[in-house]
């Protein structure tokens, strides 16, 4: 019994052998590991239909795209959770800790495109990372303008939305 069990280790077509953890490209030098759930076919789509994985995109349209998801994330527990949330002009506060924040991150990704980053490697999850996204300080920069701007933009949208929530609901019915 025991013989059967090792012969059976390492042949793919074995049941036993499909949901387990193995290295990557079965090279286990390469530090990569290969799991059910970074080398499903969901999770494969799900990562590279992120910004920073999208073929065919700008560096400022990657960061416009990021920094407009964070801006109006981050606007909600801001004016939700925050110290004022219960003062009367709490949503201006959590607008202001929101952009506060953003500029942070922003002067954050400037520093580390000063540090010369190195090149993004593929993985089992992304298998052919884009090689002109974050290529040189230029890119990198302008991923940060623009993460600068869409997320300002986005905690602009989020605080628009929550102040004129009833005129928008009254639209919608």
């Known amino acids: 019994m025991a013989q059967a069990v090792n012969a059976s280790k390492n042949l793919p077509s074995d049941p036993r052998n499909r949901e387990t953890v193995r290295p990557a490209g079965r090279d286990p030098q390469d530090g990569n590991l290969e799991t059910p759930i970074n080398s499903s076919p969901l999770v494969k789509w799900f990562i590279n239909n992120l910004p920073a ?10 960061g416009l795209e990021v920094g407009m998801a964070h801006g109006y994330l ?3 527990p801001f004016a939700k959770l925050g110290p004022l949330r219960d003062a009367p002009n709490a949503n201006l506060a959590g607008l202001l800790g929101s952009i506060g924040l953003v500029v942070i991150l922003t002067a954050c990704l400037s520093l580390y495109a000063n540090s010369n980053p190195a090149k993004a490697l593929a993985s089992v999850t992304v298998p052919n990372p884009p090689v002109d996204a974050f290529n040189s300080k230029e890119s990198w920069n302008n991923f940060a303008s623009a993460f600068l701007i869409g997320g300002i933009g986005g905690a602009v949208v989020a605080y628009f939305l929550t102040g004129n929530l009833g005129i928008i609901q009254g639209l919608v019915g």
């Open 53 to 62: 994985y999208r073929l065919g995109l700008t560096p400022f349209r990657r």
């Open 74 to 76: 981050l606007f909600g």
